[in-house]
């Protein structure tokens, strides 16, 4: 079965305190990895997909890599407004066609000023 | 451009009621799965439909069903509701494409509460 396990659960940042959040993953083959933002009470916002070991993708203070068993979220110098939870999902391959993604329970990151 | 929509956006129903969520996928979007996401825990995959058929399941009972319609909208019903069906509703659409890895794009949700 497919799992997904994130760490930290939760972290406590300084504004400007760079840091990572680490998605370990177990998949029958990876169809693709996504990283997502949740705000409390909202539905998740895309943020990246990786497709492959070594890929990296980057938007404003975020970075994220893939390996063959984990992916980290690189935060570079957060701000306050970086608070929210970081859900990590995988679409795996098993079988024939798989489409539903597999979600870890995500690491709150809160940012202090 | 408009995303994924949903309603309502609360509700409160009793033990045992029957409840039906809808969803609007994003605009080009033809494909669209339902997640269930308790308090502290990751999104939990419902099912998926495409074509107005359901495609893929997850591990859910059969008191969870769906529809979807010619204008790809959805229904997500629960039958027989029990306290643990309480937690946030999720829909996702994805872009229309032969391929299997496309990015699901997430809605506001619809927060259940069973009492």
């Known amino acids: 079965e497919d799992q997904v396990t994130q760490s930290p659960e939760a972290l406590r940042l300084q504004e400007g305190e760079s840091s990572s959040l680490n998605c370990s993953y177990t998949?029958?083959?990876?169809?693709?990895l996504f990283w997502y933002r949740q705000d409390p009470g909202k539905g998740p916002e895309f943020l990246f997909t990786l497709y492959s070991a070594g890929e990296e993708k980057e938007k404003e203070r975020l970075k994220a890599t893939l390996t063959k068993k984990e992916s980290f979220l690189h935060i570079t110098a957060p701000k306050p407004e970086d608070s929210a939870t970081y859900l990590c999902?995988?679409?795996?391959?098993?079988?024939?066609?798989?489409?539903?993604?597999?979600f870890g329970k995500g690491t709150l990151l809160t940012v202090n000023p | 451009d408009a995303g994924v929509t949903q309603s309502p956006t609360h509700l409160i129903k009793t033990r045992g009621q029957q409840v039906t969520l809808r969803c609007s996928p994003k605009?080009?979007?033809?494909?669209v799965s339902w997640y269930q996401q308790a308090l502290g825990q990751g999104p939990q995959f419902i099912f998926q439909y495409y074509e107005e058929e359901e495609r893929q399941r997850g591990n859910f009972p059969d008191r969870f069903s769906g529809h979807q319609f010619p204008n790809y909208s959805s229904e997500l019903n629960v039958n027989a509701l029990l306290l643990g069906d309480s937690a946030l509703y999720l829909c996702?659409?994805?872009?229309?494409?032969?391929?299997?890895?496309?990015?699901?794009?997430f809605g506001p949700g619809t927060r259940l509460l069973v009492l």
């Open positions: 996702a659409s994805r872009d229309r494409d032969n391929g299997l890895v496309r990015t699901q794009y």
């Open positions: 605009s080009g979007h033809d494909t």
């Open positions: 998949v029958s083959g990876l169809r693709g």
């Open positions: 999902a995988v679409q795996a391959r098993s079988g024939g066609s798989n489409y539903k993604l597999t």
